[in-house]
T-cell receptor, first 111, second 114 residues
Framework: GDSVTQMEGPVTLSEEAFLTINCTYT??????LFWYVQYPGEGLQLLLK?????DKGSNKGFEATYRKETTSFHLEKGSVQVSDSAVYFCALLAGANNLFFGTGTRLTVIP | DVKVTQSSRYLVKRTGEKVFLECVQD?????MFWYRQDPGLGLRLIYFSYDVKMKEKGDIPEGYSVSREKKERFSLILESASTNQTSMYLCASITGASGTYEQYFGPGTRLTVT
């Protein structure tokens, strides 16, 4: 069945470091892919999305490219800030009601 | 902006109590979801509803029921709360339009069952 596997955390980085959080997926069809972010004490917010192969989603300096050949959707940011500290979830949508989440990766950015 | 609200941010209940968690969305979305979030397990789908009075079991429905009497409101019910239901509960809603789905999440309810 469909599933998402993302890099386990926690991840700790210094401010201005480069961030990569790996996400790979398994799907029988052509899913849409998402990254969600959860700041402390809050619900999940959509960070970025890509709906077809080779699409690049981007928001707030974060980017992820939908790679069908490697079934991946890795999250990257060139220079993280303390305010980026949060839990990040990769997700796959294979229809209106079939949303699969990864287990989440906690990122802590230290000054 | 889409608003998904949940009735409580924090809740403490005793074992055996009946617990109601309410979720309201203001964007006329057809589909609504209840998840629980636990460390190391990510989000797990409990139930979802694609229309008023319609419901479908998710991955972990045992010990829970739901109610969708109005389109904007989706309630999660713990008939007899147990300590293993201590968790963060997240409600979400999604449009029914094809191709550009987004889920909007509420702030979550942290439930502790003692």
């Amino acid at each position: 069945g469909d599933s998402v596997t993302q890099m386990e955390g926690p991840v700790t980085l210094s401010e201005e470091a480069f961030l990569t959080i790996n996400c790979t997926y398994t799907a029988t069809g052509y899913p849409s892919l998402f990254w969600y972010v959860q700041y402390p004490g809050e619900g999940l917010q959509l960070l970025l999305k890509a709906t077809k192969a080779d699409d690049k989603g981007s928001n707030k300096g974060f980017e992820a490219t939908y790679r069908k050949e490697t079934t991946s959707f890795h999250l990257e940011k060139g220079s993280v800030q303390v305010s980026d500290s949060a839990v990040y979830f990769c997700a796959l949508l294979a229809g209106a009601n079939n949303l699969f989440f990864g287990t989440g990766t906690r990122l802590t950015v230290i000054p | 902006d889409v608003k998904v609200t949940q009735s409580s941010r924090y809740l403490v209940k005793r074992t055996g109590e009946k617990v109601f968690l309410e979720c309201v969305q203001d964007m006329d979305h057809e589909n609504m979801f209840w998840y629980r979030q636990d460390p190391g397990l990510g989000l797990r789908l409990i139930y979802f509803s694609y229309d008023v009075k319609m419901k479908e079991k998710g991955d972990i429905p045992e010990g829970y029921s739901v109610s969708r009497e109005k389109k904007e409101r989706f309630s999660l019910i713990l008939e007899s709360a147990s300590t293993n239901q201590t968790s963060m509960y997240l409600c979400a809603s999604i449009t029914g339009a094809s191709g550009t789905y987004e889920q909007y999440f509420g702030p979550g309810t942290r439930l502790t069952v003692t």
